[in-house]
């Protein structure tokens, strides 16, 4: 069957989106992206999918210069973006405390958000206890269940990339900072409280200049088919 040129025309776009996404480490401090297409990037990581639906992440946005200057000396990886990206973003996610299946956090998104009745409440609490118990072996290990809500994280942060380029918005995914500095900031400014831990941190903005080609290795070095 024929493709539509509809189709093509679609692929072609979000194809580009991802050769114009870059790790953008410098942006010009005078552009600001706007309300419109800032809202736009945080509901495409509302929107995400987690686990169970359970959604272990909350997103700090540090619009704050004062609050930037002092994430500085902990964040080697963030030293040109923190002072010039036009929305700054700190991942959250939830730690072991918001994560069994008996916290106030699950029992909420079951019950409040989910409107399941109790019934399967219940049974959906008693499937994902064993899941994370028996199959994935994460309860024995407090980061272990850190790292598991992490990685859910990463897929918000991923989405609200590639939505971004899909506008022409540049961003930066960042790891180069020291964790329990970073959480001990977060916490002083009131961002941070019990029951969770900073996962990564991604910038939003406009570049200064072009990047340089992409580096990648052959699709087939990184496919195997069976
Ligand atoms: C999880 C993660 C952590 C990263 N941490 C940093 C960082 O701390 N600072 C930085 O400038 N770039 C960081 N990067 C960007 C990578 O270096 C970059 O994505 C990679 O070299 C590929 O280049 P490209 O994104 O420009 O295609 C990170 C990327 C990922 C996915």
Not at 43 to 62: A, N
Not at 204 to 221: L, M, S
Request: charged share 25%.
């Amino acid at each position: 069957m024929m493709e539509t040129t509809e189709k093509q025309t679609v692929r072609e776009q979000i194809l580009n989106a991802f050769a114009f996404r870059h790790a953008t480490k410098e942006f010009d401090p005078a552009k600001k992206i706007s309300e419109a297409d800032f809202s736009f990037i945080l509901e495409t990581g509302r929107l995400s999918p987690s686990s169970f639906g359970f959604e272990p992440w909350k997103f700090v946005v540090v619009q704050s210069q004062d609050v930037r200057q002092k994430l500085l000396p902990v964040a080697w990886g963030a030293q040109k973006q923190l002072p010039t990206a036009s929305h700054f973003v700190i991942l959250l996610s939830r730690t072991k405390e918001g994560l069994t299946a008996d916290s106030a956090h699950i029992q909420h998104m079951m019950r409040d958000i989910q409107q399941l009745p109790e019934e399967n409440a219940k049974g959906k609490g008693n499937t994902y206890h064993h899941f994370l118990a028996d199959d994935f072996k994460l309860l024995d290990n407090d980061r272990a269940v850190f790292e598991w809500g992490a990685r859910q994280t990463y897929i918000a942060l991923g989405n609200m990339m590639t939505a971004a380029a899909q506008i022409g918005v540049d961003s930066c995914p960042m790891e180069g900072f020291d964790k329990d500095a970073v959480e001990k900031i977060l916490r002083e400014e009131g961002v941070l409280q019990g029951g969770f831990g900073v996962a990564c941190m991604v910038a939003f903005g406009y570049r200064v200049r072009e990047p340089r080609a992409k580096t990648r290795q052959p699709i087939e070095a990184v496919t195997s088919w069976v």
